[in-house]
């Protein structure tokens, strides 16, 4: 394993443990920045928010370290580069019941959220309809064969059932919460859980098998807790998710805030 040399130099700062410091590798190379100690983790920070990583554990030779970290040269086994997190993306979901505003976890769920945000740019998502709303539960949209009229363009479940029930021919329409975008994305199953206002894609039976189809949570719903991939979660404006009913749609959603990278996702045909 690589050895890398770090020297610390203590600055006069308010937090005692904030030190500049640089680490030095092998081949010479210098990283400075500062360092700040949390518990037994050490990270160094540059001027241009990369961050280097260590335990205490990975440190020689430093007297004190318990209190503070030594102005000494110590010796360490591998400093790890540590990902700065950045702004997540949030967008504005417009719906013929209100505005509902959205933060989406791309740092757990990078290709769903690509996804979401193609489909956005692309305005996949205007004039959908929530096909599927089950009180206590979820609220359900994301169908382009729901973007017509319900009854002529589509049928939902229940008109199928409401057919049946009256001994009717059942119209040979596309069934409301069938569609997709043409294509299906893998499964990012993460930590987050289904708490009241989280956001999720759905699927079939197939775990990868989700491509436009979404839903919000109108309670928690441990039982769906690491099966279905949660990808953001309700911001502002659940009163107007509580309100919705399988005649609402909709009207718009608009993107508020963005990493400055391309949105391209990883597509299964």
């Keep these: 394993m690589k050895k ?5 130099v203590v600055m006069v700062c308010a937090i005692s443990f904030l030190t500049a ?3 030095i590798l092998n081949n010479g190379k210098k990283i400075k920045g500062y ?12 001027s241009d928010d990369k961050l280097y990583q260590f335990g205490k554990n990975q440190i020689k030779e430093a007297n004190g370290i318990d209190s503070d970290i030594s102005p000494k040269v110590s010796a360490i086994e591998e400093a790890l580069p540590v990902k700065i997190s950045e702004p997540l993306p949030e967008v504005l979901l417009t719906t013929t ?3 509902v505003k959205l933060v989406l976890f791309e740092d757990e769920a990078p290709n769903t959220v690509s996804n979401f945000i193609q ?6 998502y205007n004039n959908i309809l929530f096909h599927r709303i089950v009180p206590g539960f979820v609220a359900q949209a ?8 319900r009854g002529k363009d589509f049928i939902l479940h229940e008109d199928i059932m409401k057919f ?3 001994g009717k021919i059942v119209p040979k329409l596309p069934i409301g919460g069938t569609g997709d975008p043409g294509y299906k994305i893998k499964a990012e199953f993460n930590s987050n859980k289904h708490l009241r206002g989280s956001l999720a894609m759905a699927r079939s039976t197939d775990i990868d098998s989700a491509g436009s189809q979404f839903y919000i949570c109108f309670k928690p719903q441990p039982k769906l807790d690491g099966k279905y991939t949660v990808f953001g979660k309700v911001l502002t404006g659940m009163d107007v998710i509580d309100k919705l009913t399988n005649s609402s749609r909709i009207t718009d959603i608009k993107i508020l805030k963005r990493r ?10």
């Design 260 to 269: 400055e990278h391309e949105y391209i996702p990883d597509k299964i045909k």
């Design 164 to 166: 049946q029930r009256q």
């Design 4 to 8: 890398i040399l770090i020297l610390i």
């Design 97 to 99: 019941e209100g505005k």
């Design 35 to 46: 360092i700040i100690k949390k518990g037994a983790i050490y990270t160094l920070k540059t």
């Design 21 to 23: 410091g640089e680490l």
């Design 119 to 124: 489909l956005i740019e692309n305005k996949f």
């Design 142 to 149: 994301g169908d382009p064969n729901t973007k017509g009229e």
